[in-house]
């Protein structure tokens, strides 16, 4: 039952860094569910390369490489799963803001001050692990 990670090129950008960053977060997630403190340690290392937040020992990413250097499995298990909880409350509480346009009557234009606009083009391209 070996995991073989292959990375597809040393120098990785755009859209390619968020499926490599996408791939070994699915991998991570399913070591800690199994609990193969190996598997994490690899996919830990795969997914903080690139992430200065995996190396402030205050955040969610840094305690849980910490956990998993250590080979405390449940501390990063624990740590892992409130990184969950958090992305998955940030995702359901912007997925409620969505684009309702209200027409009045009058022939007026609508001005654009009135609709709600994303403020952000990049949603969706990094992970917040300072949640």
Excluded: C, R, Y
């Excluded at 991570?28 to 290392?45: E, I, P, R």
């Excluded at 020992?57 to 501390?75: D, F, H, R, V």
């Excluded at 606009?117 to 990049?122: D, I, N, P, Q």
Aim: glycine share 12%.
């Amino acid at each position: 039952m070996g995991m073989g990670i292959s990375s597809a090129s040393s120098s990785v950008s755009g859209a390619s860094q968020w499926q490599q960053q996408k791939s070994s977060l699915s991998q991570l997630s399913g070591a800690m569910k199994s609990g193969n403190l190996s598997a994490a340690q690899q996919a830990f290392t795969s997914l903080s390369a690139n992430n200065p937040a995996a190396k402030d020992p205050n955040s969610p990413l840094g305690k849980l490489g910490e956990a998993l250097q250590s080979g405390n499995m449940s501390a990063a298990q624990q740590v892992f799963s409130t990184m969950q909880a958090s992305a998955t409350s940030h995702a359901s509480s912007t997925q409620g803001a969505g684009h309702h346009h209200h027409h009045h009557g009058g022939g007026m234009p609508p001005t654009t001050a009135s609709l709600p606009l994303a403020t952000s083009g990049s949603v969706g391209t990094k992970i917040n692990t300072t949640a």
